[in-house]
């Protein structure tokens, strides 16, 4: 069972709605990520928070905002979407450490429909 | 920059027989960690496997292993005994280095389908 719980797991939302997407990891984990997953496309990291703070930004529009409270929880803030914003969106952890061998553990996944 | 490449968008298996999902990836990095990954239809990924660049055996979990062939750039899944609860996505992963980033680049993925 996993560690990672993500909510909701499904949302519809119009262009002009704001919402947020939350995840909670259980694992005692260091480090937290947002991934985006498209239709049969791999995996497109967004955001990665390591001890609270955010260590990378891909270039993801201002649309999608981040926000780590604390070690265990994540928040994805979206507001203004367009419908190309529909996708999966998986949210992980890890322990992370200099070793580099850090296992991700994801949650469900929310499925967003922008309409 | 590292790369993983999985070539085969779809594969089929019988139940209760083995299959080998392909891999390969590209880095010019001496450390790095390789990652399988389960995603049913349902959404969620499934941490299956991990394989460390320095690891001189190939990595096993149930009916999962890992063949690791360095000088090939392969790591390549083995499912033994298939159950028509394997059908699913598959993804390889690699991770960069901590002092690069430490991020997990994902392959294309293969759709695995156990007929009964």
């Known amino acids: 069972e996993t560690g990672v719980t993500q909510t909701p797991r499904h949302l519809v939302m119009g262009m002009t709605n704001k919402k947020s997407l939350k995840c909670e990891q259980h694992l005692g984990h260091n480090a937290m990520y947002w991934y985006k997953q498209s239709a049969k496309k791999p995996l497109e990291l967004m955001f990665v928070?390591?001890?609270?703070?955010?260590?990378e930004n891909n270039s993801v529009p201002s649309r999608f905002s981040p926000e780590c409270p604390n070690s265990s929880h994540l928040f994805l803030h979206l507001h203004t979407l367009q419908p190309e914003d529909s996708a999966l969106y998986l949210c992980?952890?890890?322990?992370?450490?200099?070793?580099?061998?850090?296992?991700?553990?994801f949650g469900p996944g929310t499925r967003l429909l922008v309409l | 920059a590292q790369k993983i490449t999985q070539t085969q968008p779809g594969m089929f298996v019988q139940e209760k027989e083995a299959v080998t999902l392909d891999c390969t990836y590209d880095?010019?990095?001496?450390?790095?960690?390789l990652f399988w990954y389960k995603q049913p239809s349902s959404g969620e990924m499934i941490f299956l496997i991990y394989?460390?660049?320095?690891?001189?055996q190939n990595a096993t979990e149930g009916r999962y292993s890992l063949n690791f062939q360095k000088a090939r750039k392969s790591a390549n899944l083995v499912i033994s005994a298939s159950q028509l609860g394997d059908s699913a996505m598959y993804f390889c992963?690699?991770?960069?280095?901590?002092?690069?980033?430490?991020?997990?680049?994902f392959g294309q993925g293969t759709e695995l389908s156990v007929k009964p």
């Open positions: 880095t010019s990095d001496q450390s790095y960690g």
């Open positions: 928070y390591s001890l609270e703070e955010r260590v």
């Open positions: 992980a952890s890890s322990q992370d450490g200099l070793a580099g061998e850090e296992t991700q553990y």
């Open positions: 394989q460390g660049s320095y690891d001189e």
């Open positions: 992963a690699m991770r960069e280095p901590y002092n690069q980033g430490g991020k997990l680049i």
